[in-house]
């Protein structure tokens, strides 16, 4: 085999490995704003596909959905951006369940919420508890019964989009390559959606999942 052909296979070779295994898909990216308040907001939507799909839905496929404001800046830890609202929607009615804890500070509580299983990569099964949408056919990340009563949904989307504990800092990242989410349908069996995911870096700038070493200008 020529020489010059070898080399050039190995090149060609460096160049296409970074990219294997990276999602084809891209976040869709809508500029909102409140017709009231006049606040502008980010909305980044990408589709995924049924695994296993509900029984009775309106819809040929799972939906991410993520809601952020791009132009707050949490000076304190040199954050910009803040997460307002991400869900996932199937388009099912979800089956559902009171669930309870209890704080020394804030006393009882109990709320409604979905049983979530999801899987990072070949990283392990997390078992969850998130909130369901008022008509009950999406789940909001977070968990509506944690820690003195707050949700963690930043914390969440950071471990669906990054694939370890490092997520929080400014170019050490690794971003996550697929995501599995399994919930029940209510009177009905599993329902399983996968998301191959893109890169997260504007979704992360724009929902304030970075902490800069600097404040950086806007």
Known sequence: ?????????????????????????????????????????ARFRLEGKFLEAPQNSKISSPTFVIDCDPNKWRSNRHRRGKLLDAYIVVGAVLDSKVG?????????????????????????????????????SAIFLGEPLGSLGMDFKDEVLGRLLYSHQAMYKENVSVPARKAVIRVSEYLGGNITAEFDLPDPTEVADACGLFIYKKKISD
């Open 100 to 136: 309870s804890n209890e704080s020394a500070l804030i006393g009882p509580r109990a709320a409604s919420g979905v049983e979530v299983q999801y899987r990072i990569d070949d990283g392990k099964v997390r078992s969850e508890f998130w909130f369901h949408s008022t008509d009950f």
């Open 1 to 41: 085999m020529n020489k010059t052909y070898v080399a050039f296979l190995a090149f060609f070779t460096l160049l296409v490995m970074p990219v294997i295994g990276l999602s084809q898909e891209k976040w869709t990216r809508i500029e909102k704003t409140d017709a009231l308040q006049g606040t502008k907001s």
